[in-house]
């Protein structure tokens, strides 16, 4: 009997080597996409050292990435935390990609990869591929040449250009990524293997139809050009537009050609993270979930020891630890354990549920069948949806959340909500929106250029509770959207009811920047 | 499922961005790495180490809100007593909640980080330079080097230029007119056809002959020849070099303290560890003196501990003789420097300074003397009317007109300023010396 127990073992104590890494990939595989019925791109991983994490982690995680300072800054505050101690490395980076890479550390035991392997190349890889987010703006099959693409085409730039002056577009258009994305979905589907022939064919149409006579051609004296109304010249230019970055790649008059496709690579790349902001806590709650589902069958099913399943709970629970408010380690809210309780409360409400859960939750209560109804919201919902949709009364009184506004104009902090049955519905609906990025991102809008004038352009913040932009910052990216704007930038502080302006900006360019 | 081993691969792929961080941030990377110098031990310094730039050079600012003012609201968990209503009074510190700000957590904290030893003391040396270096003398003693020359027809099969080679193999072909391959091939096959029908066998006859005697040149004419190889050819050149050498007078006789010993022996390892890192070809000469000089080597100079009377114009003699026997004017640059305390037996003031005036400056490029003093004498730097012998003798020099350098220093922290001065680069003046 023991005999049979041993064969089943995947494997013993922490050593492991590629042929382990494989049998746990089957066995993990058997699991997940048999009894759970995932179903995820295929699987790429990859064995790396501490340093190449390290790297990864500069770069944003990215296997490849063009060169800039700014991440062998994060490269370097990074390296001097870990050489202290201060921090430990993640176990595993995920890329959404077709394969789907998973990176793995070397040190990792083999409980640990095999943790690693469930939640990442399992867990994320099946909400990568069919989370709506992801399948609406990302696309995985192109992102891995793009970035090849993006890295050779910035190299270039920078022997042709001067390091100076594409580090100086790049840090204006680092500024402005989060700025640079399209939150509405528009009708054309991003395709990012055609990009790199779309740059081509411009710079090819570019030297065919270069004439130098025309720089020879006499111009007529400036003909009186019909006055556009304002809606006309609002509506040519796409305003009032919310994608800072596309509209100055679109409409700056000063940028050269390669400049505005350096601006289009960052706002390309910053599109593909967008839906990765959206989904933290379903992406992780998603992963933690499987990995949690898995490993317990894979224990269950004997095919891993006591011993390990230990070792993978200590992990497991130090993921998922929330402190609460009054705790000196409290960070805010742990996306790892929020996405990972919601989703096993879906499970309970599906299999075991209470009267309470049957009336807020009568569509789903008792269904018996939780990964359907779990798939299901792993496709269709964002953290924000998904918190004003499944946040149950059961959980909240189980996190014992409240609700707190600081308002300057009271003289103390006041408890709005709590986890009663009046406060049900408004804790909710207030933790759905610290989920939502246009919400939590402030609102800045390009309103309107001076054709006529001295080309001014006018970008409106529309403040959100009296909350005003961080000053310095503030005047310092605006600075940098002069130099690419070319002219004077204004940017004021709007309150959207009233009209009212409580700031204003003014940037002018410096002549010498480009 | 594809399993890839990366670890590998190549380390060190963000080199080029921590490159472009260092360029970046250079000016602050530079005043920190000055600082962190006075702060530590010399022998540290070879070491690199971790220095802490304000973060305010290195900021990426975006459009964020910030966390002050206005109306913030949080969802906090773990609540124990309060009910919908209650009022809390606001913690000290103007925040909001416990994580007020915690999530954009964009430090104005001061950025640290770990240089390496060739970063830091590169950027430590960065603008310092022996002045005139082979201004004065036209560099003399020459090494030798190989230069690409042109092409041979013989050679060792490394220096094979086979680029060149093929192309004269082919401009040969061509003008031999050995037959194309394709050609041939068009020749049999049209006989194995003509073959085939049995057809006229005059004509066929023909195309053997011809194909006979295509195959015959081809034979003849190979399709590389010996003639056609080429060999990369080098030639000994020979570079100038300019040679220098640096004299370390330094005093250790009894009336110098530890802390002054001390005081110059930091002086001198710092002016060790920059010539030997910029400088391939610069000799260091160690003399050090009591009432009578000794040349030393570096083991003996930096530790070996000596006690007696003062004469300089002892290592003066020493460095006078060193001079004559092993490095003549002619064909060397000559530097020396010296660090004393100050004191020097009453009846050598002149001699010192008839050697110095008559026979050091003259042949040296450049002369800084350094003077230590014990911590004490700190107060009294504002004052002019403390001075050592030793200093108003090279004082009465310095106004007759001789090329001298001279500082006092007190205090360890004062050295690499100091050393700073005596070393900085002088761009703007050889500049404008230049007509």
């Given at each position: 009997m023991s005999v049979m127990e041993h064969e089943k073992l995947l494997f013993q104590g922490a050593d492991w080597d590629f042929g382990l890494i494989q049998r746990i990939h089957d066995a993990i595989e058997k699991i997940g996409v048999g009894e759970m019925g995932l179903d995820v791109y295929p699987n790429q991983i990859e064995v790396i050292t501490a340093e190449q994490m390290l790297d990864a982690y500069a770069s944003i995680g990215m296997p490849l990435f063009y060169k800039h300072w700014s991440f062998g800054k994060r490269f370097a505050l990074h390296e001097a935390s870990y050489r202290q101690g201060f921090m430990g490395l993640a176990y595993e980076i995920v890329i959404n990609s077709n394969p789907c890479i998973s990176y793995i550390m070397e040190e990792n035991t083999a409980t640990m990869q095999t943790l690693v392997i469930a939640h990442a190349a399992f867990g994320h890889n099946h909400f990568f591929k069919n989370n709506y987010l992801f399948q609406e703006w990302t696309d995985a099959d192109g992102i891995l040449d793009y970035l090849e693409f993006a890295k050779g085409y910035i190299t270039r730039c920078e022997e042709r250009y001067g390091h100076a002056a594409v580090e100086r577009v790049l840090d204006a258009a680092h500024a402005l990524m989060s700025h640079g994305v399209h939150r509405y979905p528009r009708k054309k589907r991003p395709d990012l293997r055609s990009e790199e022939r779309r740059e081509k064919e411009r710079h090819l149409h570019q030297e065919q139809t270069f004439n130098d006579l025309w720089r020879t051609v006499p111009t007529k004296g400036a003909a009186a050009k019909p006055q556009l109304s304002d809606e006309r010249r609002r509506a040519l230019l796409e305003l009032p537009q919310e994608n800072l970055l596309y509209f100055l790649e679109k409409s700056a008059p000063r940028l050269q050609p390669w400049q505005r496709e350096i601006l289009r690579i960052v706002r390309q790349i910053a599109q593909y993270f967008y839906p990765q902001r959206q989904t933290k806590v379903m992406n992780e709650g998603c992963a933690t979930y499987c990995h949690y589902h898995i490993m317990t069958r894979l224990h269950e099913t004997g095919q891993i020891s006591d011993g390990s399943f230990l070792e993978f709970l200590q992990s497991h629970t130090n993921v998922t630890r929330q402190p609460e408010f009054d705790d000196p380690h409290y960070g805010g809210i742990n996306p790892y354990a929020l996405g990972f309780d919601m989703m096993q409360d879906i499970e309970r409400i599906c299999t075991k549920p209470t009267a309470e859960d049957r009336e807020w939750f009568p569509e789903i209560a008792g269904t018996g069948d939780a990964m359907a109804v779990l798939r299901d919201v792993w496709a269709n919902y964002r953290d924000e949806s998904f918190i004003s949709q499944y946040l149950s009364p059961h959980l909240m009184r189980q996190w014992r959340m409240f609700h707190l506004v600081d308002d300057p104009d009271r003289p103390d902090l006041r408890i709005e909500a709590i986890h009663d049955e009046r406060g049900y519905r408004r804790l909710r609906r207030s933790l759905s929106r610290h989920y939502d990025v246009g919400w939590s991102d402030p609102d800045i809008q390009v309103i309107d250029v001076d054709l006529a004038g001295d080309r001014r352009l006018i970008l409106h913040h529309h403040v959100l509770n009296r909350t005003l932009l961080h000053k310095d910052d503030a005047q310092r990216v605006l600075q940098m959207v002069a130099n690419l704007w070319g002219y004077a930038v204004v940017l004021k502080e709007v309150e959207p009811a009233t009209g009212a302006i409580f700031q204003e900006h003014v940037a002018h360019p410096h002549e010498t920047l480009f | 499922m594809y399993i890839i081993?990366?670890?590998?691969?190549?380390?060190?792929?963000?080199l080029a961005n921590r490159q472009r961080f260092l360029r970046r941030a250079k000016a602050q990377i530079q005043r920190a790495v000055r600082q962190t110098a006075g702060d530590r031990d010399i022998t540290d310094l070879e070491r690199g180490g971790e220095v802490t730039i304000p973060a305010d050079g290195v900021r990426e600012p975006s459009f964020r809100r910030s966390n002050e003012g206005g109306v913030h609201d949080h969802i906090l968990p773990g609540n124990k007593r309060f009910i919908e209503g209650d009022t809390i009074d606001r913690p000290p510190g103007g925040g909001g909640g416990s994580s007020a700000g915690g999530d954009n957590g964009e430090g104005e904290d001061d950025f640290r980080f770990a240089l390496t030893r060739d970063e830091f003391l590169d950027l430590f040396l960065d603008d310092l330079e022996l002045p005139d270096l082979a201004k004065r003398r036209v560099a003399t003693v020459e090494t030798q080097g190989l230069r690409r020359a042109g092409y041979t027809v013989t050679g060792s099969p490394v220096n094979l230029a086979l680029l060149r080679s093929m192309r004269n193999a082919l401009s040969r072909r061509i003008a031999m007119r050995r037959p194309k391959p394709q050609e041939l091939l068009r020749l049999e096959e049209e006989i194995e056809r003509l073959e085939k029908q049995e057809g006229s066998s005059e004509h066929l006859t023909a195309l053997r002959q011809e194909l006979e005697q295509l195959r015959l040149r081809t034979k003849r004419f190979p399709y590389i020849d010996p003639l056609d190889l080429r060999y990369r050819r080098f030639e000994p050149i020979s570079r100038p070099v300019a040679q220098a050498v640096m004299f370390c007078l330094m005093d250790v006789s009894g009336s110098m303290t530890e802390h002054m010993k001390d005081l110059a022996k930091r002086f001198y390892m710092l002016l060790y560890i920059f010539l030997t890192r910029r400088y391939k070809h610069v000799e260091i000469v160690f003399i050090r003196h009591t009432h009578e000089a000794k040349e030393v080597d570096e083991e003996t100079f930096f530790n070996s501990p000596e006690t007696g009377g003062t004469v300089v114009s002892s290592a003066l003699r020493e460095m006078q003789r060193i001079v004559e026997e092993r490095y003549s004017p002619d064909a060397w640059n000559i530097y020396a420097a010296q660090a004393s305390d100050g004191d020097n037996s009453p009846n050598d003031g002149s001699t010192s300074a008839a050697l110095l005036r008559d026979v050091i400056l003259p042949v040296c490029q450049y002369y800084a003397y350094l003077e230590v003093g014990s911590d004490s004498d700190r107060m009294q730097t504002g004052f002019i009317n403390h001075k050592t012998s030793l200093w108003q003798t090279y004082e009465t020099l310095q106004e007759q007109g001789a090329h001298l350098a001279m500082r006092k220093v007190n205090h360890r922290r004062e050295i690499y300023p100091v050393f700073r001065e005596l070393f900085r680069r002088r761009d703007a003046e050889a500049g404008a010396r230049v007509p």
């Open positions: - | 081993d990366r670890r590998l691969n190549p380390g060190g792929k963000s």
